[in-house]
């Protein structure tokens, strides 16, 4: 009766965590040899679906099947046994052991009672081969980046002879290189027979790489379509509406120079970086992933120190290195790594967004907690932020969800100077259209906005000057109208020289 190519098959999953209906009635199947998309929104339950299958939770209601056979995960031992091997938004690699070792964790092979590290290392070698990465087994976790993160966890998948590959969000950090290599691999592994379950917010990944696509709106399965789906549809079916204008840019005159950067220089990662922005500007910064644009927007922040150069907020000079100058000055900074910088896990979604107005909402040395509250509470509303209530833990927020409240907290800083560093990595196409919304609302009271963005469409979009970064240094800057696509790449990939080369004399 079951279909032979029937990998797996859930029916009517529920699951309930205090205050949140997570999964309301899911079904969703999987067949040999297929990239299933599975696309919703932040919060609609993706990542709870898939850690039924990894084991990771177990459903409150309703029915797993592998194979044709009902089954009961109930731990990641179980998940492996029935061939489900599951890549999280979140890596799950130990930083301090070696490639191998992280791939054999727990099952080395042995020899007289010993780890055999010789068979180990010969056997991830050849797994490494497999999906065409470079990097030794005998390397530290700790030292790679996080494409070759995600390569070793698929060499991992590959060892357990996974019939059933879960991926969640594996795109969201990835340069658009990196996408193209991935994409590679999976094709393979869907070649052999592999099952891919694939979760993504970049819509044009799925009739890319995608066979059926499920769509979940708060918990609930409201649709299964092929994967050549026209966007606008797919977006309908996961948002509920349709999204007229995905960049509403809004800018009003430019005004002054508020943040000026001049000869910014740190030995052997960036060099005499220069740049200005007005107020009511949006400069976007593209260029490749190891450019330095995270680091120099963290030593423009006083996050990292520089060795040469300035950095002006109104013409007065900043202190080097020092977060609280930059702050007082009236500097942001979203930062990329959101788990790392941005927010405290273990404090409720209310106090996050508090955390940077802490100040303002002070009256006479007391905290105005009704004042933070109602703030919070309004900013939330408008991002969408998907909780039970302002007082859940920040931990438990889908990573969508995580991602909006560290914009939210620096939006509502009142910051002149706002510097977003991928800022919409992980949100959903209608949360977008919200950031964007926001960022055209601070430039309209006067902000001037420096925006990283790998993401081309979104740099394109919404800039009003596009700064290019390549080696450490500015490539070259195009105005809205110059900057295509292959204006930006052409300069991305460039060798860029600046006037002041040669030894610095100090
Ligand atoms: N351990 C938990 N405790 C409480 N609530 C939780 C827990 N895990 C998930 N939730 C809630 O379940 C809902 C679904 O979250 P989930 O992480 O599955 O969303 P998602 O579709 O993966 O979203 P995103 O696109 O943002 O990653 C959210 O409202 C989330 O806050
Ligand atoms: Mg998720």
Do not use: C
Not at 273 to 280: L, N, P, Q, W
Not at 401 to 419: C, F, H, P, T
């Amino acid at each position: 009766m079951s279909n032979p190519d029937e990998l797996l098959r859930i029916e009517g999953i529920r699951k309930t965590f205090p205050g949140v209906v997570a999964l309301d009635g899911v079904d969703f199947d999987l067949r040999r040899g297929e990239v299933h998309v599975l696309l919703g929104e932040n919060g609609a339950g993706k990542s709870t679906l898939i850690k039924m299958l990894s084991g990771a939770h177990t459903p409150d209601a309703g029915r797993i099947h592998v194979g044709g056979r009902q089954v009961r995960i109930q731990g990641a031992q179980d998940a492996e046994r029935l061939g489900i091997a599951t890549i999280y938004q979140e890596f799950n690699l130990v930083p301090d052991l070696t490639v191998a070792e992280n791939i054999f964790l727990g099952r080395q092979p042995r020899r007289f009672g010993m780890i055999d590290r010789k068979r180990m290392e010969a056997e991830a070698e050849t797994l490494l081969k497999r999906v065409g990465v470079r990097v030794s087994p005998r390397a530290r976790v700790r030292e790679l980046g996080i494409a070759r993160l995600q390569m070793v966890e698929i060499a991992k998948a590959l060892s357990l002879d996974a019939r059933v590959l879960v991926m969640d969000e594996p795109t969201a950090v990835l340069t658009s290189e990196e996408v193209e290599k991935l994409f590679a691999i999976v094709r393979s592994l869907r070649a052999d027979g592999v099952g891919i379950v694939f979760i993504t917010h970049h819509l044009e990944e799925i009739a890319a790489l995608g066979d059926r696509v499920t769509v979940i709106r708060d918990g609930r399965s409201v649709g299964q379509v092929p994967a050549d789906t026209p966007e606008e549809e797919l977006v309908r079916l996961m948002v509920g509406r349709s999204i007229e204008q995905q960049y509403p840019r809004e800018r009003p005159e430019k005004g002054d120079v508020l943040l000026s950067v001049e000869g910014l220089t740190r030995d052997g990662v960036f060099h005499d970086v220069s740049f200005a922005v007005h107020a009511g500007e949006v400069v976007g910064v593209a260029g490749l992933v190891g450019a330095g644009r995270t680091e120099v927007v963290r030593a423009v922040f006083g996050a990292d120190p520089y060795d040469d150069g300035t950095v002006r907020v109104s013409g007065s000079r900043l202190k080097r290195h020092d977060v609280n100058a930059a702050m007082a000055a009236g500097i942001g900074l979203v930062p990329e790594d959101r788990k790392g910088q941005g927010l405290v896990l273990d404090a409720s979604v209310a106090d996050n967004l508090g955390l940077v107005t802490l100040r303002s909402a002070t009256r006479a040395g007391i905290v105005d907690r009704g004042a933070q509250h109602t703030a919070a509470e309004r900013m939330a509303g408008r991002l969408g932020v998907r909780m039970a209530g302002l007082g859940q833990h920040v931990r438990t927020l889908s990573g969508g969800n995580q991602q909006k409240v560290v914009i939210g907290k620096w939006l509502l800083a009142d910051s002149r100077v706002l510097i977003l560093d991928e800022p919409t990595r992980g949100i959903d196409v209608g949360a977008k259209v919200e950031i964007y919304q926001l960022i055209n609302e601070l430039t309209a009271a006067g902000a001037a906005v420096l925006m990283i963005s790998s993401d081309l469409p979104e740099v394109l979009g919404m800039s009003d000057r596009v700064l290019v970064m390549a080696q450490g240094r500015i490539a070259g800057e195009l105005s809205a109208d110059e900057a295509t696509q292959d204006a930006v790449m052409a300069l991305a990939v460039s060798t860029p020289t600046t006037e002041k080369e040669g030894p610095r004399g100090h």
